[in-house]
């Protein structure tokens, strides 16, 4: 059976794991290719996204374009994929055949959501619930800027004083929202059943953990670390819904892994 969805990015990444774990809870196959961020100047950009030797990396250099964000090295993209993929980026989603492209790891995952044959309360059980889970992945999207932007600055071993001051005052405000989602609905964020929107939390979250590999870096510029023990006594609701999803069977298999790495440093 083929995969409803191929999805090439760079590896590993939590906010992939948005897709897995939707594609774990719907019942959705879904195939990923990738490698390292280093690795990906070696690859082709394409629906056949693969590895290129030396030889075919001269073969397609006509096909060469500058890296965006995060990538310094000259990418091999095919006008294929930049036709399914304006904007040129990663993580990449294609439906079958690779025609049509699906670009931002929310969409890609509310893709995966919207594969799954009947109603399920992932995406929301009629359009006003599903809105709700809309408004909160709006809002993470707020937060997740801040948050790339501070890692990519860790892993350049440079940190200014206003970037760290603009992801703190982000994280704040997505966990003071999600602790006061959580006062409401008890359960999960979005309601009852557990959604995208829990998915989405537990990811962006993940993804600032990269914190822990870099842990001198702010302290050199005495700043103190975003993910320091206040947060939990200050949004205890939205902490312990992070560790149950952690532990939750269609999480563990992506994001467990991925912490213990940056935990082991």
Same mark, same amino acid.
């Given at each position: ?8 990015? %760079?590896?590993?990444? +939590? ?31 394409? %629906? ?25 090295? !000259?990418? /091999?993209?095919?006008?294929? /994929?930049?036709?399914?993929? !304006? /904007? ?7 439906? !079958? ?15 995966v959501a919207r594969l799954r044959?009947g109603k399920h309360g992932l %995406? ?5 619930s599903a809105s709700r889970i ?17 890692? &990519?600055? &860790? ?7 206003? &970037?760290? @001051?603009?992801?703190?005052? @982000? ?12 006062? @409401? ?20 979250? @993940? ?15 005495? &700043? +103190? ?41």
């Amino acid at each position: 059976m083929s995969a409803g969805l191929r999805i090439f990015s %760079y590896l590993p990444n +939590p906010r992939i794991a948005k897709a897995t774990i939707a594609a774990r809870l719907c019942g959705v196959e879904v195939e990923l290719r990738g490698a390292a961020v280093a690795e990906l100047s070696g690859w082709l950009w394409d %629906y056949d996204a693969r590895p290129l030797d030396a030889e075919a990396q001269v073969q397609f250099a006509h096909l060469t374009h500058h890296g965006k964000t995060g990538f310094s090295a !000259p990418l /091999f993209k095919t006008p294929q /994929f930049l036709r399914a993929h !304006p /904007f040129g980026t990663v993580p990449a989603a294609f439906g !079958p055949g690779g025609d049509i492209g699906i670009f931002e790891s929310n969409s890609i995952m509310r893709a995966v959501a919207r594969l799954r044959e009947g109603k399920h309360g992932l %995406y929301g059980q009629d359009a006003y619930s599903a809105s709700r889970i809309d408004s909160f992945l709006d809002v993470s999207l707020v937060f997740a800027r801040d948050v790339q932007l501070y890692v &990519l600055a &860790l892993r350049d071993g440079s940190i200014a004083n206003p &970037l760290h @001051a603009s992801a703190g005052r @982000a994280l704040r405000a997505y966990l003071g929202g999600i602790e006061q989602a959580l006062q @409401a609905s008890c359960a999960h964020i979005a309601g009852d059943e557990l959604s995208l929107a829990d998915i989405t939390y537990a990811a962006e979250l @993940a993804l600032l953990h990269n914190e822990n590999l870099h842990h001198p870096l702010p302290a050199r510029g005495h &700043l +103190p670390p975003l993910l320091g023990d206040g947060l939990r006594q200050a949004f205890p609701l939205a902490w312990s819904h992070f560790d149950a999803l952690i532990a939750h069977p269609a999480f563990a298999p992506d994001l467990g892994p991925y912490l213990d790495e940056l935990k082991a440093g």
